[in-house]
């Protein structure tokens, strides 16, 4: 945990309660103004002096239709009064009334955090903003809890995490992610126009759709220069993002739990506790905007952010549901030739499971198919000199399976409504404490009978009949309950396995967000292995999540179109992965396969733990190119593609970044050994062609 840079200037200076967190470079100061009310007044670049951050100053009213209220860019805005922004807090109370009047009530700074204390003029609400910096990375961390301190129940209509006050400019653009399934993770720039753009999902999950995450622009920042602010949501569930730029200049950006068709019925003396949301600036562009959310991720966020990611081969697209202990031995021997980790048979090994339509729930062993059970495929596996895993979904339910005939009434439905299925598969409740511990005990039992240290945990189909017989509380709270099991379930595994690294996939990148991240290693970016689409998916994923997270595989999709040298190429900038057919594979392919491999074992280090620099944009672009530097920027790898351009041409030279411009550095296959300085401003030119790839080393030979 990271102490706070926090301070408020002594009485004498300001007569009101003044806040100002400061990173290593960044400055974020609020106060109260003259009228009482919580004011954001600055967040930008750190000032030398507390004195220099702006005071809250006295808003005159426009008209009647404006009251000061309404003009004031207040920190976190409760709905009430004669204000029309959005509110981060809407609540009824117990006789009707829903209007909120926030007053300010007291702060102190407990572990490092700042806790800010409001409360409602009239009724018993309590309202605690939470303030965490993390000086290195230049981020500030902010939650909210509310509590009910009186006899009567309150119902949240909305509880959002933060509302980010950004200074407006003349061509503010948003930075922000769109997909669908299996082109997940596309980027968009737009400009802002007065009103409310949004961005959201109401699928259970993150969703392939949307991402919780932002960049804010004046309309002139670039890969390596202006002025970016940029943020976060670290939540797995249906959540909300709002940018709204009003008519007096104000860019507000909204991030939390989305309030459609939620509810929360807050009993008396009960407390509830909003995600956090991380929000940054810098002054370096979108590159560095990245870097700081990388480093925050592999050192603040991911369990194992520090180690290596092994080599993986995967068996789905081999075998799919025909699993054979035979087969997959076949498979792994194959593997362990070409220098893979860690094994990982997919789906259909459980019992019963033969085809899509059955047995999801069912998690041991199928005695058909393992007759002696997953021992024998597991040591001779780790006999090779590989790590064992396995794929799971913990989360879905077939009708046609034991679990589901023993109790239907564990999914997620309406009685009154069919209950629609997906991929043939139902979702499980797992807001429900009895579905929780079934969870929990039979896939502890698995990892305690096996010697598993790999789980990859799927969730193939997003939320239809939100339904909830028999709630504790309103059925509305499905949406914060089941993320919340989800949380439960994953969280007591993992403190039971430690030596497990787990990978998040919901049919690709359905669920790839700061708090899935907080219990897997990593994410299945997309279902979509074609190289040249990973090119751009992987580019638009690497906006927020450093390259130790990304699991990339290298299929037969495109075989006979794509060189297998470019599609290792591809998914070597992320953690290295295998999924084609092995045994269908030439011994010209599996030559290629083992000299990549070697070749990215290499240079992984640098990859996993090293500042990315997106060099040339892979997006609508067939020339593009992608860097990694190491933290002492003692030696670099790079990246470059090109797939189809309609004639012959010579490609611009790629220009280097992140290296010691005094340093002398060589490329490898370029004859020389230049500057930092000269790579980075005269270049390194290639020469390839369509759908060629080269990656290549860089070292420093003297500072």
């Known amino acids: 945990m990271t102490t706070p840079l926090l301070s408020s200037p002594p009485p004498s200076a300001f007569p009101t309660p003044f806040w100002v967190l ?39 009213e426009w008209s009647s239709f404006n009251r000061p209220v309404h ?44 806790n800010l204390h409001l409360r409602d003029a009239t009724y018993p609400l309590a309202v605690t903003l939470h303030y965490r910096t993390h000086p290195a990375h230049d981020l500030i961390e902010r939650w909210v809890t509310l509590s009910n301190e009186g006899e009567d129940v309150m119902v949240l209509d909305r509880a959002w995490s933060a509302q980010w006050h950004v200074p407006a400019g003349e061509h503010d653009r948003l930075s922000h992610l769109t997909g669908r399934w299996a082109d997940e993770f596309q980027l968009h720039r737009e400009l802002l126009t007065q009103g409310v753009k949004v961005l959201e999902s109401r699928r259970l999950t993150t969703s392939h759709h949307h991402n919780p995450w932002f960049a804010l622009d004046h309309g002139q920042a670039g890969e390596e220069s202006g002025a970016v602010w940029f943020g976060v949501l670290a939540w797995s569930g249906n959540w909300k993002l709002t940018a709204e730029v009003t008519d007096f200049g104000q860019n507000r950006i909204s991030l939390g739990v989305n309030d459609w068709d939620f509810v929360w019925r807050l009993q008396p003396g009960e407390r509830f506790e909003t995600p956090a949301s991380l929000g940054g600036f810098t002054a370096r562009g979108f590159g560095a905007a990245s870097r700081h959310l990388h480093d925050f991720i592999r050192q603040g966020v991911v369990p194992r952010g520090g180690e290596l990611r092994r080599v993986l081969y995967n068996s789905w697209e081999a075998t799919t549901f025909d699993v054979t202990e035979a087969g997959q031995v076949e498979l792994a021997e194959i593997a362990a030739e070409l220098g893979v980790e860690l094994f990982v048979v997919d789906d259909g090994w459980f019992h019963g499971r033969d085809a899509d339509t059955r047995a999801l729930g069912d998690w041991w062993p199928d005695e058909k198919k393992f007759p002696n059970g997953l021992q024998p495929l597991i040591e001779r596996v780790k006999a090779l000199g590989m790590e064992f895993g396995l794929w799971v979904e913990p989360e879905m339910v077939n009708p046609d399976s034991d679990l589901y005939r023993a109790h239907p009434d564990w999914v997620i439905h309406y009685p009154t409504r069919a209950r629609s299925q997906a991929r043939n598969q139902l979702i499980l409740n797992l807001g429900r404490e009895d579905v929780q511990a079934y969870l929990i005990e039979t896939l502890d039992r698995l990892l305690i009978e096996h010697d598993i240290t790999f789980i990859k945990w799927d969730m193939n189909r997003n ?40 990978q998040s996939c919901s049919g690709g990148g359905g669920r790839a967000d700061l708090g899935i991240l907080r219990l897997a290693d990593q994410i299945w970016v997309s279902d979509n292995t074609s190289a040249p689409a990973r090119l751009e998916i992987q580019e638009g994923f690497s906006q927020v999540f450093p390259a130790n997270t990304m699991e990339a595989w290298v299929t037969d999709a495109g075989r006979n179109q794509v060189p297998l040298e470019f599609r290792m190429h591809v998914s070597m900038a992320g953690s290295l992965g295998l999924g084609g057919h092995l045994a269908h ?35 609508k672009q067939a020339f593009s190119a992608v860097q990694y530097v190491s933290k002492d920027r003692s030696e670099a790898v790079l990246f470059a593609f090109r797939t189809h351009i309609a004639r012959p041409t010579t490609l611009p030279p790629v220009l280097l970044r992140g290296l010691d411009e005094a340093g002398l550095y060589e490329v490898e296959g370029v004859e020389g050994v230049r500057s930092g300085a000269a790579w980075m401003n005269v270049g390194v030119t290639l020469t390839l062609g369509d759908f060629q790839s080269t990656v290549r080393r860089i070292r420093r030979i003297s500072k």
């Open 71 to 114: 003009l004031i860019t207040e920190e976190y805005p409760g709905e009430g009064g004669p204000k029309y922004v959005e509110p981060c807090l809407k609540v009824q109370f117990a006789d009707g009334t829903r209007d909120l009047a926030l007053q300010y009530a007291g702060a102190e700074t407990v572990d490092g955090v700042l």
């Open 22 to 60: 400061e990173t290593d470079h960044t400055g974020y100061a609020f106060g109260l103004n003259p009228d009482g009310q919580l004011v954001h007044t600055y967040w930008g670049p750190r000032l030398p002096r507390q004195e220099d951050y702006p005071r809250p100053e006295a808003i005159e």
């Open 463 to 502: 939320v239809s009949e939100p339904g909830w017989p028999g709630a504790p509380g309103d059925p509305r709270e499905l949406w914060v309950r089941y993320v919340q099991g989800l949380y439960h379930v994953w969280g007591t595994l993992k403190a039971r396995h430690p030596k497990v690294v787990w």
């Open 585 to 619: 594979w030439t011994e010209e392919e599996r030559r290629v396969a083992r000299r990549e491999i070697a070749r990215y074992k290499a240079v992984r280090h640098i990859v996993q733990f090293g500042d990315q620099y997106r060099l040339r944009p892979a997006q």
